[in-house]
């Protein structure tokens, strides 16, 4: 009785959070009734977690390349964070992708600083792993 109680609540338990295993829970079946002629029986199964919590950060980073020529940087700065070991373990995948990056170079008349200085502006999102936590 009880593996086929099991058995059903693996549509529960194979989901986050339960798939980080650090999530405990427990199950307690209780037989209610049965049925002998219909070969049926009637189970309450109770299940109960403690409290959790989880989280997702999202970064986004927004910068101009100055470089010369204008732009060329951005991959160099992209394979930087692509290899890090900080942004390996951190970032889910796909967590990381460029949200603005226009082909052609351009100038910002109300820098006060260099007006016609030509730069290629882009925005990095990323995305980190989920993390539960637990209240134990």
Same mark, same amino acid.
């Given at each position: ?32 009734? !049965? ?6 029986? =009637? ?5 109960? /977690? &403690?409290?959790? @919590? ?44 460029? !949200? ?6 351009? =100038? ?5 600083? /260099? &007006?016609?200085? @030509? ?18």
């Amino acid at each position: 009785m009880s593996i086929l109680l099991s058995n059903a609540l693996t549509t529960i338990t194979n989901k986050l959070p339960f798939t980080t295993n650090q999530l405990v829970y427990n199950v307690k079946f209780t037989p209610v009734s !049965t049925n002998l002629v219909e070969s049926k029986l =009637t189970s309450k199964a109770e299940f109960s /977690n &403690p409290a959790w @919590a989880s989280e997702e950060i999202s970064v986004e980073i927004k910068g101009r390349d100055y470089g010369s020529p204008a732009g060329s940087a951005i991959d160099e700065f992209a394979r930087h964070i692509g290899t890090s070991e900080y942004f390996k373990n951190f970032l889910a995948n796909e967590g990381f992708r460029f !949200t603005e990056r226009p082909p052609q170079a351009r =100038t910002d008349p109300g820098d006060l600083v /260099n &007006p016609n200085a @030509a730069f290629v502006p882009f925005t990095v999102q990323l995305e980190s792993k989920e993390r539960i936590f637990a209240n134990e």
